[in-house]
């Protein structure tokens, strides 16, 4: 791997204690390209753009996908990524489904660490912020013909973050848009996925929503997913969450949540959830919370289901008894080695790791 570190390092002009999420990009990018049949050694290089033409057949033809991650930095100064070998598998999950060339382990691992290694200053440790990473695979052929591309580049990118959602949100369950069809794209993390979900999330938000839960695209009788997130709903005590399919992510965040629940002795139903079983719940006063997870938000807590017209508020819990708090603090404490991590789920990045290479 070519280390090539920036002469320039902004790092001295950023302020932890002020910042928006996604709007700061520390000093190093990895980079790494595929022709004539193979991936190319990999590069840290200082980050910046990069030159395309409007023939790029990414732009043209849509094969991109990415992953979303975050990397963890302790009282101690320690560095943690959590679970990035499901990322590793996700990402190449993804490309085969777009027809693009499955990116080789120690590309994307070691990329990972020693971009890590060599930016460890970027990732902040104060309570609720961390590293946001974006590793992405997209065509970089110059062509326009309606055929997979030639060539392609592997690409990691980071920004610091911090909460995503500050306070509850409320959601309106779509009863005409989908995210995702059966034989689709869904389950792939296709950047095509999110263009077409920007539009119906617009119109939610003059409704006076934050976000969309989207339905089934046969019948709009099941929830699949909320916004760019896995969905949670407690019924009673019981947590059930849509089954993963070709139409919903196979998401690390939801992964992690049922594992931490289960662990507590809570049950957790993977399967069908139906519409109206959440409204009904609802009238019967059993429908306790509904939440959504994914790695940038961690957990978004809704305030309010909206659906044909209705809205219908949801409980306020005290602290202490809701279970997507609860389980959100057991995930936290684990990423952030405040906890123990009884699944083994955090990967230290040793300091120096980037020179080994």
Same mark, same amino acid.
């Given at each position: 791997?070519?280390?090539?570190?920036?002469?320039?390092?902004?790092?001295?002009?950023?302020?932890?204690?002020?910042?928006?999420?996604?709007?700061?990009?520390?000093?190093?990018?990895?980079?790494?390209?595929?022709?004539n049949?193979?991936?190319?050694?990999?590069?840290?290089?200082?980050?910046?753009?990069?030159?395309?033409?409007?023939?790029?057949?990414?732009?043209?033809y849509?094969?991109?996908?990415?992953?979303?991650? *975050?990397?963890?930095?302790d009282?101690? #100064?320690?560095?943690?990524?959590?679970?990035?070998?499901?990322?590793?598998?996700?990402?190449?999950?993804?490309?085969?489904?777009?027809?693009?060339?499955?990116?080789?382990?120690?590309?994307?691992?070691?990329? $990972?660490?020693?971009?890590?290694?060599?930016?460890?200053?970027?990732?902040?440790?104060?309570?609720?912020?961390?590293?946001?990473?974006?590793?992405?695979?997209?065509?970089?052929?110059?062509?326009?013909?309606a055929?997979?591309?030639?060539?392609?580049?592997?690409?990691?990118?980071?920004?610091?973050?911090?909460?995503?959602?500050?306070?509850?949100?409320?959601?309106?369950?779509s009863?005409?848009?989908?995210?995702?069809?059966?034989?689709?794209?869904?389950?792939? *993390?296709?950047? #095509?996925?999110?263009?077409?979900?920007?539009?119906?999330?617009?119109?939610?938000?003059?409704?006076?929503?934050?976000?969309?839960?989207?339905t089934?695209?046969?019948?709009?009788?099941?929830?699949?997913?909320?916004?760019?997130?896995?969905?949670?709903?407690?019924?009673?005590?019981?947590?059930?969450?849509?089954?993963?399919?070709?139409?919903?992510?196979?998401?690390?965040?939801?992964?992690?949540?049922?594992?931490?629940?289960?662990?507590?002795?809570?049950?957790?139903?993977?399967?069908?959830?139906?519409?109206?079983?959440?409204?009904?719940?609802?009238?019967?006063?059993? $429908?306790?919370?509904?939440?959504?997870?994914?790695?940038?938000?961690?957990?978004?807590?809704?305030?309010? $289901?909206?659906?044909?017209?209705?809205?219908?508020?949801?409980?306020?819990?005290?602290?202490?008894?809701?279970?997507a708090?609860?389980?959100?603090?057991d995930?936290?404490?684990i990423?952030?080695?405040?906890?123990?991590?009884?699944?083994?789920?955090?990967?230290?990045?040793?300091?120096?790791?980037?020179?080994?290479?």
């Open positions: 791997m070519i280390i090539e570190k920036s002469s320039n390092p902004r790092i001295g002009n950023f302020d932890p204690e002020n910042f928006d999420f996604g709007d700061h990009f520390i000093d190093h990018m990895v980079i790494c390209e595929y022709e049949g193979q991936w190319n050694e990999p590069k840290v290089m200082p980050y910046g753009p990069l030159s395309f033409t409007p023939a790029n057949m990414t732009f043209n849509g094969q991109a996908c990415f992953e979303g991650m *975050k990397a963890y930095k009282k101690e #100064g320690n560095v943690f990524l959590f679970r990035p070998e499901k990322n590793f598998k996700r990402i190449n999950k993804s490309a085969v489904r777009l027809a693009m060339p499955e990116v080789p382990e120690e590309v994307f691992m070691n990329g $990972l660490k020693a971009l890590m290694d060599v930016d460890r200053a970027w990732i902040p440790s104060a309570e609720g912020t961390s590293l946001y990473i974006r590793p992405l695979i997209f065509a970089t052929e110059e062509a326009l013909k055929r997979i591309s030639n060539k392609y580049m592997f690409a990691i990118v980071a920004t610091p973050v911090k909460s995503y959602y500050t306070k509850p949100v409320s959601v309106k369950i009863d005409y848009y989908s995210r995702a069809a059966s034989g689709g794209v869904g389950a792939a *993390k296709a950047a #095509g996925n999110y263009a077409g979900a920007f539009y119906p999330t617009q119109l939610a938000i003059k409704e006076g929503y934050e976000q969309v839960i989207w089934d695209d046969a019948t709009h009788e099941y929830f699949e997913e909320s916004g760019t997130m896995n969905v949670f709903v407690r019924i009673n005590n019981t947590i059930y969450t849509p089954k993963t399919s070709d139409k919903i992510l196979d998401g690390v965040t939801r992964d992690s949540f049922i594992q931490l629940a289960k662990r507590r002795g809570i049950e957790v139903v993977e399967g069908d959830v139906k519409v109206i079983d959440v409204l009904d719940a609802h009238a019967k006063g059993e $429908l306790k919370e509904v939440w959504g997870v994914g790695t940038a938000v961690v957990t978004s807590v809704f305030e309010a $289901l909206g659906y044909k017209g209705e809205k219908y508020e949801l409980p306020k819990l005290p602290e202490g008894e809701s279970y708090m609860l389980l959100k603090k995930l936290v404490d990423q952030t080695n405040v906890a123990e991590d009884p699944f083994g789920w955090r990967v230290k990045v040793e300091e120096g790791f980037a020179e080994t290479l």
